[in-house]
């Protein structure tokens, strides 16, 4: 809508606003800024448990519409829809992208809840905290992503 | 209340400068595990080493936050859950070319797939829940306020 954002916000300007956003949670919450302990407050909320966090719930729909603002309304020429997995797609039909894609995305749903956190939970904030669990998480799932990554690349013989 | 007010308006900064630096992107989580582009790697030492610093300064003046009482970060020690756990976790990244807050900005840009990764997240989430009512590992990391909590 507003051309105000750049095509791709630098690492060097993104990463230093988020750490500062890391340390103003904790700031005022005493709370990491992680991500997967809001899908589980909100799956709550969605079948009625007691005990609900709910300021995760609002942080939950808050990561969805501050993304929309920087993906829609700061941004020209992103508006319609498209599948996001359009590298997957040239490789795949879509029959084989789906599975894959909901495949991964449980697998990283579980393993987040096993270990206690995800790539914003354990990856920065808990590294940030220099906590020894937080830093083991980190190096295995950088190890097992990266090393999938290269996997995915040869078996289907560099097409990905 | 104001603590909502807090927990918004720190989703919508996150989801901006993940959007803003198209985190929410396949082909950028895809390009850096494949080492073709290192920007996210730089991108995730620079919010820690902006952060850890004055975590580590704020901790030892025995801060007292407004809304969660004393900081007090935590320094759980490393157990066999958070290795499989960390393990399953990055091949499903690698797989998916998303990670819980990204996926949600994805929908944010009208990718229409995220409708498939979100609900994919609920459910891994899910399964591990009901795994934690037959005497499992719960986790602690960033889950750890709410442990006590879910049933």
Known sequence: MFDLLPDRLPWFVGGPILGLLIVGLFVLANQPL????????????????????????????????????????????????????????????????????????????????????????????????RSPASIAVTITFMITAIATTFILRAATGGAL | MKLNLIGLAFGIMFGGVLGASNLHEYDTIHSMLAFEELDVFFFMASAIAVSAPLLWLLERRGMKTPYGGELSLSRSKPERHHIKGGALFGIGWAIAGTCPAPALVMLSSGALLSLIAIPGIFIGLRIHERQQRNGLHVGDGEHRQFVTVSK
């Open chain 1, 34 to 129: 992680g991500a997967s302990g809001a899908y589980v407050q909100t799956s709550n909320l969605l079948r009625r448990h007691d005990g609900v966090v709910i300021w995760r719930v609002f942080y939950f729909a808050g990561l969805f519409i501050g993304g929309v603002l920087a993906t829609r309304v700061f941004r020209t020429g992103t508006e319609g829809v498209r599948s996001g997995y359009d590298a997957l797609r040239e490789v795949f039909p879509l029959g084989v992208t789906i599975p894959l894609v909901l495949g991964g995305a449980i697998l990283l749903g579980y393993g987040a809840a096993v270990a206690g956190g995800c790539t914003s939970g354990h990856g920065m904030c808990g590294t940030a905290q």
